[in-house]
């Protein structure tokens, strides 16, 4: 039988012992760290902020065909379909916390806007313009060698839950909307301060003219009163529009060169440029963004910019000649309106680079550039 000093005396040694391998066992390299606890790069947040009509939702496709892109169109939208009766100036705050919830992947304030409380994605009019919520894993009844199709997924994907998008929207490393309805770039400054944000915006202008032609051909009635709520909606006309728009567009540029926060966030790019260069463009957009540029990308970029396609239902399947596009406006409106948008919008077209037809003749003759070439903001 042990003695007490004895049993004491073992029992210390079978202590010591035990902690000795209890430290050993911390400081081991063989020891595995739970996936969750590693650290993980922040996602990038780009903001393409733009007018209607001037090309931004095939920006916005440039983003949704990367693999490493969440999508979002037009996130804005069903707050000013609920406060239709009120000015874009005060629309603002809202779309801004809106727009900052979701780049974190929050869409619970997404609920007091939909017109159902926000069960299923479907009551997000353009969801369909995502490629992340329509197709797998978020939406299932895709099968790959289907292709895509805009209408299928709207009638296939509808039902999914708001919970799915955050999900799928946590699996990406960039996370990218696009907006019309930022008019006054200081509303977003608090968001650059963020520490939970990594926020860039994308500027997409173009020539007034070619805007103001291709609104003749669109319902923007409900957007349009929006706009001149506080400038009196009595009169509408397209002029009107056209220039609080290219207001708008100079004060944004003003915003993004006087704001310290903006330095290397902030980039603009025409609608023409696009056009006439776009793998050049798309080069550069991508390198602003912190994205790679993949021969399946570069393909896709000419095919939708040089080949015309019957089939609309895909996302940006259609193709046109996209330099010829620019010119429309030259050969389709009446001078007398040319030089009412011109008179309207002198500052932008100045600060972006478009020169004024001084005639009808300078107007119809394409040969005539009147955009400059060589052009850069100071």
Known sequence: MFSRVKLLSLLFIFFMIFCLLQILSIKSPSISYSPSLTLKKNPVHLLVVSSWRSGSSFVGQIFNHHSDVFYLFEPGHPVWMKFRNESSELLHYPVRDLLRSLFTCDVSPLRQYLPKGGNYIGELRFFAESLALCSPPACSAFIPSE???????????????????????????????????????????PLFRDSALDLRILHLVRDPRAIAFSRKYFDLEIEDKIVLRNEGDKNITISRVMEKICKSQVDINNVAKAAKALQGRYMVIRHEDLSNDPLQSIQQIYSFASLSLTKDLEQWAFNVTHEEVENYNGVMTFSRESSQVTQK????????????????????????GYLAARSPTEQKNTDLTLVKRKWSLV
């Open 329 to 352: 406006w030259r050969t389709n409106l009446d001078f007398s309106f040319v030089e009412e948008i011109q008179q309207n919008c002198k500052e932008a077209m100045d600060l972006f």
């Open 147 to 189: 292709g895509y199709d805009r209408f299928k997924c709207y009638h296939r994907c509808k039902d999914i839950s708001l919970e799915t998008m955050a999900e799928r929207c946590k699996t990406h490393s960039h996370v990218v909307m696009k907006t019309v309805r930022i008019f006054d770039l200081s509303i977003l400054l």
